[in-house]
């Protein structure tokens, strides 16, 4: 389904991604901009400045992220720049000129402690450099202003704009399954892979709305990586090059939720239904994105 806005003159900010890409597919009407690093460098504080200016939005969705997890451990001036400090800008930027910012976060705020998906309520216990820094950058967002948003969602999955980001797990591992290299995944790690069309309806709807502050937006299965994996290699008829591991034989710089599945307490206040799960994204994902193959 796509959304119409009417009224909302969006700003994308890291809008090359799959995120942001999946935000700019659901508009019709031509009132929202999705920027690059190179139109508009967060980490620069006059550029964020000067491009708010420019554009005069009234709605900024912030979907940039220094999101390489492992490098995080040892690039940390990096990952606080761009996941900290930068939002921390933006959102003050946003909220001198009356702009609402709804600001992208991650499900690794959470530590993996319990084996239930975790709602907005519950406790943030970031494990590693990336999720600490996220978790900063949403506490910066929120005390700019109360008409800001911070939405956690979790493996977004979609389509980005060609030489824009890492390609998604999905994308990874069904290269893997066409070239036939055989592939180990690891099955103790539980996340809520999110379609990224649906994470952008469901934004549009929350950038509409008068609601405020912490959301959670994910796909509605908590499944583990080697299920996601297992979808996809059965999808491409080679299932018999797919094999589980474990985190700690996979090896990692660094350290990584056992479970970090969302669930929301708020989609009521929006009016709209939970995110699908795995299965009816991944079926539309591929049908989309990998046509060649279904036929």
């Keep these: 389904m796509t959304t119409v806005i009417t009224g909302c003159r969006g700003l ?14 659901q508009v019709e009407d031509g009132t929202v901009l999705a920027l690059s690093r190179e139109d508009a460098d967060l980490t620069d ?7 708010l200016d420019k ?17 995080c451990e040892t690039d940390f001036r990096q ?36 084996q239930t998906p975790y709602s907005e309520s519950d406790c943030p216990h970031p494990l590693s450099v990336y999720a600490r820094s996220k978790l900063a950058g949403e506490y910066v967002v929120l005390a700019a202003s109360p008409r800001h ?25 069904l290269q893997r399954a066409i070239s036939g290299e055989a592939t180990r995944v690891v099955d103790d790690q539980v996340v809520s892979p999110t379609y990224a069309e649906d994470l952008g309806h ?3 709807t929350l950038a509409e709305s008068d609601r405020a502050g912490l959301f959670h937006m994910a796909g509605g299965d908590a499944v583990s990586w ?44 929006l009016g709209i239904d939970p995110l699908p799960g795995i299965d009816d994204g991944l079926e539309r994902h591929m049908a989309i994105a990998h046509s060649e193959l279904s036929n």
């Design 12 to 25: 994308i900010f890291g809008g090359m991604g799959q995120a942001g890409q999946g935000l700019v597919r």
């Design 202 to 204: 469901a934004l549009w």
């Design 149 to 173: 948003c911070v939405v956690r969602t979790s493996s977004v999955y979609g389509r980005a704009m060609p030489g824009h980001g890492i390609p998604p797990f999905i994308d990874r591992m």
């Design 226 to 269: 080697y299920e996601v994996a297992e979808r996809v290699f059965s999808f491409a008829g080679r299932l018999d090059l797919l094999s589980r591991t474990t985190t700690e034989e996979f090896g990692s710089a660094a350290a990584r939720p056992a479970y970090s599945a969302l669930r929301s307490e708020r989609w009521n206040e």
């Design 45 to 51: 504080t006059d550029a964020v400045k000067a491009t």
């Design 55 to 71: 554009y005069d939005p009234t709605v900024v969705v912030n979907a940039a992220v220094f999101h390489p997890v492992d490098l």
């Design 79 to 114: 990952s606080f720049a761009v996941n900290s400090l930068a939002p921390g800008v933006l959102a003050a930027a946003c909220e001198r000129r009356d702009i609402r910012l709804i600001h992208l976060s991650t499900d690794y705020v959470f530590g993996g402690e319990q």
